[in-house]
């Protein structure tokens, strides 16, 4: 069975900074998706960025940036240039594809607070 | 405009209660999911679906039931057998096509309360 692991609990990152949340996974499979979810305080559950494991190039999406290390299995996130509105949780998240189930796997997640 | 509804927003219930939390979504979207949160556990699949009239247990269906009668309903019914209910609820759905590849779209959740 898959499963992923996040473990920082909690981190902090100064306005304008560089933050690193880490994320590894376990799995069998060659092809599958990995996922950032945000989760801010209204508790809507908001895709960061996507990750294709057959894919080499790291996935960015603006100040997100992700570093893909399959053969470690892990796949963390960096947000550059922290701003207030990152402060939420973030949960890494795994997705099969060969499977045929598409369950989503999540990690017990990483609060992220930004400090003015 | 399109996305998933979850409601109600906030529900009570008396131990030995049985209650349905519904989930709607209009993005026509062949799968669906139930997730429950709690503090430092992340998020648990409870049951999804992948066609109309057809869903599998998740990691945590003890206690729950749910149906899927219609593409976009997936209402999810706890049961008084679910011995610690209280919880955060979170509906998501997503494409089956591989070739859209998309993420799973969530709801705004419901929160929970046995009292």
């Known amino acids: 069975a898959q499963t992923v692991t996040q473990s920082q609990p909690e981190m902090s990152v100064q306005e304008a900074e560089t933050v690193t949340l880490s994320c590894t996974y376990d799995t069998s499979e060659s092809d599958y998706y990995l996922f950032w979810y945000k989760q801010p305080p209204s508790r809507q559950m908001i895709l960061v960025i996507r990750q294709e494991a057959y894919k080499q190039q790291n996935a960015t999406e603006n100040r997100f940036s992700v570093n893909f290390q399959k053969a470690a299995k892990s796949f963390s996130l960096k947000i550059s240039d922290s701003q207030l509105g990152d402060a939420a949780m973030y949960f890494c998240?795994?997705?099969?594809?060969?499977?045929?189930?598409?369950?989503?796997?999540f990690g017990t997640g990483t609060r992220l607070k930004v400090l003015a | 405009d399109g996305g998933i509804t979850q409601s109600p927003k906030y529900l009570f219930r008396k131990e030995g209660q049985n209650v349905t939390l519904s989930c709607e979504q209009n993005?026509?979207?062949?799968?669906m999911y139930w997730y429950r949160q709690d503090p430092g556990q992340g998020l648990r699949l409870i049951y999804y679906s992948q066609i109309v009239n057809d869903f599998q247990k998740g990691d945590i269906a003890e206690g729950y039931s749910v149906s899927r009668e219609k593409k976009e309903s997936f209402p999810l019914t706890v049961t008084s057998a679910q011995k610690n209910p209280t919880a955060f609820y979170l509906c998501a759905s997503r494409h089956r096509d591989r070739a859209r590849n998309t993420e799973a779209f969530f709801g705004q959740g419901t929160r929970l309360t046995v009292v």
């Open positions: 993005l026509n979207h062949d799968a």
């Open positions: 998240a795994y997705r099969s594809v060969t499977s045929g189930t598409y369950k989503y796997i």
